[in-house]
């Protein structure tokens, strides 16, 4: 039995991870922060299934600013794969949070690669490392792997440096390590406070008369917006190969806050003019105003393509608000 560990494996895409590799058959090992509340919703389910949990899922205490537990859990587990899912992954908080955002997601991964170094893990196990599109920042779409890198936010910053440590590992110390360059992924595991969430929850809201408006930041804005499933399925292809690799891993269609309002406003029947205020204090400091991959090289290595769209996506997380708020009410 393979064992992966996942760190971030409570988040949107560590959730979906965790369900595709137990359905693979999988030993699922997942870092967990230690806090006050729990934050396991996105895998309660999987939780509170005794034939999964203890037996095919554990769950290990470890942050990415502790080398010492790093290295605890690593020699512990012995997980075959890794996946470093883990990171402060708003880029507008990015701007009032910038050092805890450097800490955790760039000397993060320097930790957890020194990590893999120092256990002995470098030729057995395999690393996958969630890099982003806001690396490319203000480099002018289509962007694939030879795009050059120009990051528009501490985010983004912290992010290209721990992908070029994956680089360096990988040419270092023959680590088979994989960075996954993924442009924007949603679906209704995604947090609240990221755009496309923000309107899926308003539109619902505002259809059930528990909301009367929704305020954002720059409508024109575009981004090439897939899956988090279909995304999980490209980082496990990824350590299925042969040796590690860079891959953007993209839809190469790019819509605008506009459409994602008509989409997710028109879903429930309402004109979003009526309901949308625009405030500037929701902008970036340095904006990034279009992103579109082009995932050519996942296609033709991985074999992998998208299979969710876009208007299904956005229709997907508009019906599960609904759903929600309604067993919310009807449970009152």
Known sequence: MK????????GQDGSYLTELLLEKGYEVHGIVRRSSSFNRERIE??????????KSLFLHYG?????????????KVGPHEIYNLAAQSHVRISFDLPEYTADV?????????DAMREVGLTGECKFYQASTSEMFGSSPPPQNE???????????????YSHWMVVNYRKGYGLHASSGILFNHESPRRGRNFVTRKVAVAAARIKMNLQKSLTLGNLDAKRDWGHAR???RAMHLMLQ???????VIATGKTHSIRDLLDRAFGRVKLDWKEYVAVDERYFRPTEVDVLMGDASKAEELLGWKPE?????????????????????????
């Open 3 to 10: 064992k992966a560990l996942i760190t971030g494996i409570t």
């Open 45 to 54: 389910h999987l939780i509170q299934d005794p034939d999964v949990y203890r």
């Open 63 to 75: 942050d990415m600013t502790d080398s010492s537990a790093l290295n605890r859990i690593l020699e």
């Open 105 to 113: 997601d760039a000397l993060g991964v320097a930790r957890l690669l």
């Open 146 to 160: 030879d795009t050059p890198f120009h990051p528009r936010s501490p985010y983004a910053a912290a992010k290209l």
């Open 230 to 232: 279909d995304f999980v």
């Open 241 to 247: 190969q042969p040796e590690g690799n860079d891959y």
């Open 308 to 332: 969710i769209s876009f208007e299904d996506m956005i229709d997907e997380m508009v019906d599960y608000e609904l759903a929600h708020l309604d067993n919310q009410l009807t449970a009152r």
